[in-house]
């Protein structure tokens, strides 16, 4: 079962985009290194906002025949045939697939809120084109609207990423009974949440070392913490020139953090099944 990793949080700026992207070219290249028979990644991108479609095609100009809007309006007898014609290359790597964003996702989203199974019309037509690679990312808007749940039915492993400011315990609690309650109402058992990042973290805020010792030590969200992502002015510098840290600059402190976190998921991808 190939692995979908999806990206999510109610709070902006939390760096699920960057978190996303970078996570899926870095798997890429590492299971390009490991000698895997299938190193191709799709990365999905459900956020109006189309960031993470910008940085990875140089692009945000996708409309209604050319990305998940189009997917997602269609019926749903034709919706993986729209997909696979649909799917670009990235400008990254030719192995990083990219499921460009629009601005008419939101429309789309009003459109289908009352649409009978509309949850599903992203994880149905994936179903289809799934096995064709190694994994699958899917980067959510800033809320658990109707799009996020669509991420997160498609799903197997939720990673959360947050910002030491934002690590309130019940903030956190908040968001991982949201990825429950999708688990258990649409019946997708195969969902679970499975790693906290924290990103953007300064060790020399006081404040920021806090709130990580708190996680750390929190009994259950404190098993979850995969990775720790210092906060970098490379990561902006790449992104105004629409480049991966790693192409920017592969010895930043964030890039070598990510890079860790990489090694964690490749090893999950390698089982061949999900947890």
Request: proline share 4%; charged share 20%.
């Amino acid at each position: 079962m190939t692995r979908v990793f999806v990206l999510t949080n109610h709070k902006g700026g939390v760096g699920k985009s960057t978190s996303a992207t970078t996570l899926a070219l870095g798997l890429s290249g590492v299971l390009r290194k490991m000698g895997s028979a299938n190193h191709r990644v799709l990365l999905i991108d459900t956020d109006s906002q189309c960031h993470a479609t910008l940085v990875t095609t140089g692009r945000n100009d996708f409309v209604q025949d050319d990305s998940l809007y189009a997917v997602l309006m269609a019926p749903r007898d034709q919706a993986a045939a729209v997909m696979a014609k649909v799917i670009v290359e990235s400008s990254w790597d030719p192995d990083l697939h990219v499921l460009p964003a629009s601005p008419l996702l939101e429309g789309a989203e009003r459109e289908l809120m009352s649409v009978a199974g509309a949850p599903y019309r992203l994880a149905d037509p994936l179903s289809y084109l799934a096995q064709h690679y190694a994994a699958i990312f899917i980067d959510t808007r800033p809320s658990f609207s109707l799009l996020t749940e669509m991420g997160l039915v498609a799903g197997t492993d939720a990673i959360v990423p947050v910002e030491p400011r934002y690590l309130e315990t019940v903030g956190l609690m908040n968001v991982m009974q949201k990825i429950a309650e999708v688990r258990e109402g649409w019946r997708v058992p195969h969902l679970r949440v499975s790693g906290i990042v924290v990103s953007k973290m300064d060790s020399r805020i006081k404040g920021h070392r806090y709130l990580l010792d708190e996680l750390r030590g929190h009994e259950a969200l404190g098993k979850l913490l995969c990775g720790v992502i210092p906060a970098n002015e490379a990561v902006s510098y790449a992104h105004r020139q629409h480049q991966s840290i790693f192409h920017y600059d592969y010895h930043a402190p964030a890039g070598v953090a990510y890079l860790r976190l990489v090694g964690s998921l490749a090893q999950r991808c390698l089982q061949g099944s999900a947890r």
